[in-house]
Structure formats: structure tokens, C-alpha cells
């Protein structure tokens, strides 16, 4: 016993260590929150100072930009503004990364701190029952003789005295423990939220930054747009120089193309940073919902185990009153057999009544130890009194325990809906990924056509497909392993009604069993007190000594029951919490998983829409661009034809004043005109599907690859009609006119196509100039 206190001495110095260690590493928290906030207003600094040079940069860009002669350099400028913007959008997006790291690291550090927090306050509590049942049982010894009790009573003082001292130190421990907690958790939400506010900030001055350069680009679009109004009225004026003026009028316009399509990453960016902060908030309140749910089941493990260790004390407490109640019942028996003895010594006594003066004496001193007996008896008494109302608090604490486990059960239920809900989702999710699959082989069958765009769909289809495989196994995983811990619920639940009942049946055998104890020493009292007078000296010595022997090897027995049963609950409240943490872990892996995945498909969906549009987009441009050339060579045909016309009744006067036969080819007025449709009323139409645009695209191009050709056969003819009259030269002019049309209406990717006719043209035209000038030259010899 005298133990103890050396056990919570040492107790009292580990936890003084740990919460020195504590406080250590808060410090070391402290000051690496320093350092990141320094490295986040260094990097802020720099980025301020880029932004800076950006903006001198677009400044030279404008002042370039108001000369026309300048265009390759402000080209150059902007291709090296597009690239500073992309390096700032990166380097922001790593700090973000590194500063959701930083609060992910953070937020471990402290449930690591928490953890060690609450297993310090359990040992803590553990410490004080053992120190107070150690109390409780030196409390309960029993009466020895009067100097062996001063001997105890002044070791069981010392004792207080030093569990009184143990227990403030330990009540000290657990104030400093709590303090250290506020503090970190304080400095963590300072951490927090500086790092928060300097991202803030970091974002507010780039969206800032952002805006002022889409204003400059605007202005600098502006000033693009006037430099080529004075351009067209320059080559209005100057017809001569138009070759010039085209060249430097797609020039500008590939600077206008580029403008917009910086224009269009930018807008791009600012979409993208609008959906990160939304998936920030949704992943925010996600976190929020686990911290719930996980302090929800930590209650509701620390009330199991709360309730296991009162049940267990309560089951130690019915054991030590049932052996308490074996002693008393052993007491009885061994007080009966000795008023037999006793009977039959006074029997003795009546015959020898010679010494009865000499037993008189005796006899007083024997009733004054019966007495004694009497008031032990009186004091068994009401120790079992004591115990029926102990029984009693044990009946209303099992009914409390009985609500708790139906408030358990109530929690259990809505963990299943929870389940049930996120099977639904789950369902949903696979239902998404089966009708995308259909809508992405779709898209494969559509776009065999488009050569470059087909092979990059099929493999973000491809890719699609087998993250939704792997979607679909995650979730079947996650199913398993919840029912596997519903059942694990389940049968906690069935042992603990088990424990219950088996408890509530103890507790009914053991008031049966006291209320016939409490019966039979009534009659044992009524039949004692007829026949206590005729007790002896040597009777009460052997009592006496008896009951000194089986107090104390009751005590013994007791404290080592108590011991096992202590051992037995350690082992227990250990194992559960091992099974519990890793199905904790469990829980946690398959929601990082569920939400990874949950993710990726919500990105693949977003990247398979935008890749529909732009190819929406795309058909749209080139059926209006095909519509709009068309027009414009069908009204150069007419002119070729008026031409051809004119030529040929020249022609025919000619012939006819010289008496010359000469064969003049028909004008190809047979052409049909089609009615082709503007870019209006193809804008106007609703969203196609993709193959109906690339078919759309392919037909518009077909008939334009024929209006082509046509227009190709009518300038040879007028051509060859021209260099017989030696009169007219229209092939320079015939392919200026050509490949002006074409600069302004053909794009980039349609451009490529259309200088293989321009030429094929020349080639034609080269060709038939050299047999003209080969066919002059043998008529001359």
C-alpha cells in the first residue's frame, strides 16, 4: 500500500516531461508559421515587382503599337507578356498548393496533439480511481486491536495526506495540459489565419492586376483596329502599293488574333481561379462535415468507454459486496457452532454450581465480550443495509446506462441513412460515368473524320472509362468495408444488451440472495441474544482470533480479484481502441479516395464540354468563312464572264474585219448559281450535334473546292483570249484581285489550303504563256 505514492510520483514527473515536450514543439510550430508568413510576403514582394515591369511593358506595347511600322516588335512584347502572365498564374497556383499543404500539416500536428492530450487525461483519470480505490480499500481494513489500528490509522493519513498532494499536482498537470492546448490551438488559428489573409491578399492585388491589363489590352486593341482603318484608307488611296497593304493588314490582323486570344487565356484564367475557390469552399465544408462526423464518433467511443469502465467498477463493487456478504454468512456459521459449545458448557456449569461464583466472573467478562459481539453484528447489519442501497444506486445507474445505450443506437441508425446516402450517391456517380461512356463512343463514331481532334478525344475517352472503372471498384470497396463495420456495430451492440442483462440478472440474484441473509441473522439475532449470557473468556479469544483470519484472508482475496479484474479491463479498453483507430483509418482512406475520384470525373466533364464547344465553334467559322467566299467568287465569275464576254465580241469584229476564222470559246454562263446561305442565318441556327457540323463543314468546303475550280477553268480561258489579242495582260491582275479575296476571307488553317490553287494557278498560267510565246515564235520563223 505504501506503494502507491511513489507509482504517482513518477506518474506526476513523465507527465511534467510531456508537457514540456508539448510546449517545445508548440514553439517549433510558432516559428515555422513565422518563416512561411515571411516566405509569402517575400514572394508577394517579387510578384509586385514583376507586375510592375508588366506594366511598363504594355506601356512600351501601346506607344509601339501607334506606329504601324513597329508591328513585329509589339508582336514580340505580347508573346512575352503571355508568357510572364502564365509563369504568374503558375507561381500563384504553387503557392496555393504549398499553403493548403501548410494547413494540411498544421491540422495533423494538432490532432497528433489533441490524441496525446486525451491519452494524458485518460492516464490521468485511470491514476486517480486506482489511487482512490487504493484509499477506499485502506479506509475499509478491518479493526484490529487498538495499537495496530493508531498504526494504520496514522499510515492511512500519511496516505491521504500524500494522494491529496498527488491529485492537486495532477489537477495542476491537467490546467497546464489545457492551457498548452489553447495555446496551440490559438496559434494555430493565427497561423491560419495570417496565411489565409496573405493568400487573400495575394489574390485580390492579381485579380487587380488582371483587370488592368485587360484594360490595356483593350486600348491596345483599339488603337489596332484604328491602325488598320488608316491602312485601308491608305490602300484605297494607293493601288498601286495594295500588295504592300495586304501583307501588312494580315499581319495586323494575326496581332489582333493574338490579342484576342490573349484576351481569351485570360478570361480563361479568371474562370479556372473562380472554380478552384469554389472547389476550396466545397472541399472547406467537406472538412467541416468530417471534423464533425469524427468528433461525433469520438464522443460516442469515449462514452463507450466510459460506460465500459463504470461497468466494470460497478462490477467489481457487486463482487466485494457479495464477498462481503460470504463473510458475514461464514461468521454466522462459526458464531453457531460455537453457542452450541457454549450451550453445552452451561449444561456443564448447572451441574458444577460449586464454582459458580468463580464462572460469574467470568461470565460478566463474557458478556462484555458478547456485547462487543452484539455490536459487530449490529454494525454487520447495517453494512448490508449499506449494500441494498447500493444496489438500489446500481439499479439507476444500470436505467441511465440503458438510455445511453439507446441514444447509441439512435446515432447507429442515422450512420446507417448516412451510408445509405452515400450508396445513393455512389449510384448516381455510376449512372453519370455509364451515360458519359455512351456519349463518349458517340463523339469516337462522330469524329473518325477530323484527323488530329479524333485521336486526342479518344484518348481522353479512353482515359474517362477506365477512371470510372476504377471509381466503380473504389465504391464497391467502400460498400464492403461499411457493411463490414455496420456488423462490427452490430455485434458491440448485441454483446453490450448481452453484458446488460446478464448484469440486470446479478443484480437480481444478489438482492434475492441478501434479502434471505437479511432473514436468516434476524432469526440468528433473536436465538444469539436468548443464549449471549452464557458466553466465555476462551470462547471470545478463539472468536476473536477467527475473525481476525478471515478478514484477512478475505482482504487478500479481494484485492487480488480487484487486481485481475483491473487487468482484464486494460486488456480489454486496449484492444477496442486499436480496432477502433484502424477502422477510423479505414474510413478516412476511402473518403480521400471517393473524393479524388469524385473530382477527377467533374474535371474530365468540364474538359470533354469545352472540347464539344470549340468544335461547335470551329464548324460554325468555317461554314460562314466557306459562305462568304463562295459569294465573293461567285461575283468575280460574273465579272470574268463580262469580261470574257467583251473579249470575245472583240474578238469577232476583229475576225470579221480580217477575214480571219478563229474559234471563240463560249462563256460559261451555264454555271449554276446556288443559293448559298450568309454566316447570319448559320449563326442563327441552334447548337448542332458534332457530326452534323464536321458534315456541314465537309459539304461547304466541297462546294467551295468546286467554285473554285470553275473560277480556275473561266480565268485560264480569259487568260489564253488575252494573250492571243495581244492587247491585255490580266493574270497579275486577276491574282492580286484573287489572293486579296482570299487573305481577307480565308483563316490561318484554310489559308494553307487555298495558296495550293493559287499555285496551281500560276503554273497554268506560266505554262500557257510559254506555248503562246513558243507557238509566236515558230509562225515568226
Not at 68 to 96: C, G, M, V, Y
Not at 286 to 299: D, H, M, N, P, V
Amino acid at each position: 500500500m505504501a506503494a502507491f505514492p511513489a507509482e504517482a510520483q513518477a506518474e506526476i514527473s513523465r507527465l511534467k516531461n510531456e508537457v514540456h515536450a508539448k510546449e517545445e514543439t508548440l514553439n517549433q510550430l510558432k516559428l515555422k508559421t513565422k518563416a512561411f508568413v515571411d516566405n509569402m510576403r517575400n514572394e508577394l514582394a517579387t510578384e509586385k515587382k514583376k507586375v510592375g515591369e508588366l506594366e511598363e511593358q504594355l506601356k512600351n506595347a501601346q506607344a509601339s503599337h501607334a506606329a504601324p511600322a513597329a508591328a513585329p516588335s509589339s508582336s514580340t512584347e505580347i508573346d512575352a507578356l503571355k508568357k510572364e502572365i502564365a509563369a504568374a498564374t503558375q507561381r500563384e497556383n504553387e503557392l496555393k498548393v504549398r499553403a493548403k499543404a501548410f494547413a494540411d500539416n498544421m491540422k495533423a500536428q494538432l490532432q497528433t496533439e489533441k490524441e496525446k492530450a486525451q491519452k494524458l487525461e485518460k492516464e490521468l483519470h485511470d491514476k486517480t480511481e486506482a489511487l482512490a480505490n487504493a484509499a477506499a480499500n485502506t479506509s475499509h481494513a478491518p479493526a484490529l486491536d487498538t495499537h495496530a489500528l493508531a498504526e494504520k490509522d496514522a499510515e492511512i493519513a500519511s496516505l491521504r495526506g500524500q494522494l491529496q498532494t498527488a491529485q492537486k499536482d495532477l489537477e495542476a498537470l491537467a490546467d497546464s495540459l489545457q492551457a498548452a492546448d489553447a495555446r496551440a490551438a490559438m496559434a494555430v488559428a493565427q497561423a491560419q489565419g495570417s496565411s489565409q489573409h496573405e493568400v487573400d491578399a495575394l489574390r485580390s492585388d492579381y485579380e487587380h492586376q488582371l483587370s488592368q491589363l485587360q484594360q490595356q489590352l483593350d486600348q491596345a486593341k483599339h488603337q489596332a483596329a484604328d491602325a488598320e482603318n488608316a491602312l485601308a484608307r491608305q490602300r484605297s488611296a494607293q493601288g498601286s502599293t495594295e500588295a504592300a497593304f495586304a501583307s501588312e493588314h494580315s499581319h495586323l490582323e494575326q496581332e489582333m488574333s493574338k490579342n484576342h486570344e490573349l484576351v481569351r487565356q485570360i478570361e480563361q484564367l479568371n474562370r479556372e481561379n473562380e472554380r478552384l475557390q469554389q472547389e476550396a469552399a466545397d472541399r472547406d465544408l467537406q472538412l467541416e462535415q468530417l471534423r464533425g462526423f469524427q468528433q461525433k464518433a469520438s464522443e460516442s467511443e469515449f462514452t463507450m468507454q466510459q460506460l465500459s469502465g463504470e461497468l466494470a467498477v460497478l462490477k467489481q463493487q457487486l463482487r466485494a459486496q457479495t464477498e462481503k456478504s460470504l463473510a458475514e454468512c461464514e461468521k454466522c456459521e462459526a458464531l453457531k457452532r460455537e453457542l452450541s459449545e457454549m450451550s453445552a458448557l452451561y449444561e456443564k456449569v448447572n451441574i458444577g454450581r460449586s464454582r459458580s461464583d468463580s464462572q460469574l466472573a467470568e461470565a460478566q467478562s463474557a458478556l462484555e465480550a458478547l456485547q462487543n459481539v452484539k455490536q459487530d453484528y449490529a454494525n454487520a447489519q447495517s453494512r448490508i443495509e449499506e449494500v441494498s442501497r447500493q444496489n438500489m444506486k446500481l439499479g439507476e445507474q444500470l436505467f441511465q446506462k440503458d438510455s445511453e445505450i439507446n441514444a447509441l443506437k439512435g446515432d447507429l441508425e442515422q450512420r446507417k441513412n448516412d451510408l445509405a446516402s452515400l450508396t445513393e450517391r455512389m449510384n448516381a456517380t455510376k449512372g453519370d460515368s455509364f451515360t458519359r461512356q455512351q456519349q463518349a463512343e458517340a463523339l469516337k463514331a462522330d469524329k473518325e473524320k477530323a484527323e488530329a481532334l479524333a485521336q486526342t478525344l479518344q484518348a481522353k475517352v479512353t482515359e474517362l472509362q477506365q477512371k470510372n472503372h476504377e471509381l466503380a471498384t473504389s465504391a464497391d470497396s467502400s460498400s464492403k468495408a461499411t457493411t463490414e463495420k455496420m456488423q462490427k456495430a452490430k455485434a458491440l451492440l448485441v454483446s453490450l444488451t448481452n453484458e446488460k442483462q446478464t448484469l440486470q440478472d446479478e443484480k437480481n440474484d444478489l438482492q434475492k440472495e441478501v434479502d434471505r441473509l437479511r432473514m436468516e441473522l434476524n432469526q440468528r439475532n433473536v436465538e444469539n441474544e436468548k443464549r449471549m449470557k452464557q458466553l466465555s473468556e476462551e470462547n471470545a479469544q478463539k472468536l476473536q482470533q477467527s475473525t481476525q483470519n478471515v478478514q484477512k484472508l478475505g482482504d487478500e482475496i479481494s484485492t487480488l480479484k480487484q487486481a485481475l479484474s483491473v487487468l482484464q479491463e486494460s486488456e480489454k479498453s486496449q484492444q477496442r481502441a486499436k480496432e477502433l483507430a484502424n477502422a477510423k483509418r479505414e474510413v478516412e482512406e476511402s473518403n480521400k479516395k471517393r473524393l479524388a475520384a469524385k473530382a477527377e470525373t467533374q474535371k474530365l466533364a468540364v474538359d470533354l464540354e469545352n472540347v464539344q464547344k470549340s468544335l461547335n465553334q470551329l464548324s460554325e467559322t468555317t461554314c460562314g468563312n466557306s459562305a462568304t467566299n463562295m459569294r465573293k467568287i461567285a461575283m468575280l465569275q460574273d465579272r470574268v464572264n463580262e469580261a470574257l464576254q467583251l473579249l470575245e465580241k472583240r474578238a469577232s469584229a476583229s475576225a470579221a474585219a480580217s477575214g480571219k476564222k478563229q474559234r471563240v470559246s463560249v462563256g460559261n454562263n451555264d454555271i449554276e448559281v446556288e443559293d448559298i446561305r450568309g454566316p447570319e442565318s448559320a449563326s442563327r441556327e441552334k447548337v448542332m450535334s458534332p457530326s452534323s457540323s464536321t458534315k456541314k463543314a465537309e459539304e461547304s468546303i466541297a462546294q467551295l473546292n468546286e467554285r473554285l475550280n470553275a473560277i480556275i477553268e473561266v480565268t485560264e480561258k480569259l487568260c489564253d483570249l488575252a494573250m492571243e489579242q495581244h492587247e491585255v495582260n490580266l493574270k497579275d491582275v486577276v491574282i492580286e484581285r484573287v489572293s486579296h479575296v482570299f487573305s481577307h476571307c480565308f483563316s490561318e488553317k484554310l489559308r494553307a489550303a487555298y495558296t495550293k490553287v493559287d499555285e496551281a494557278t500560276e503554273s497554268m498560267l506560266d505554262t500557257s504563256q510559254s506555248s503562246s510565246s513558243s507557238s509566236r515564235a515558230q509562225n515568226r520563223a
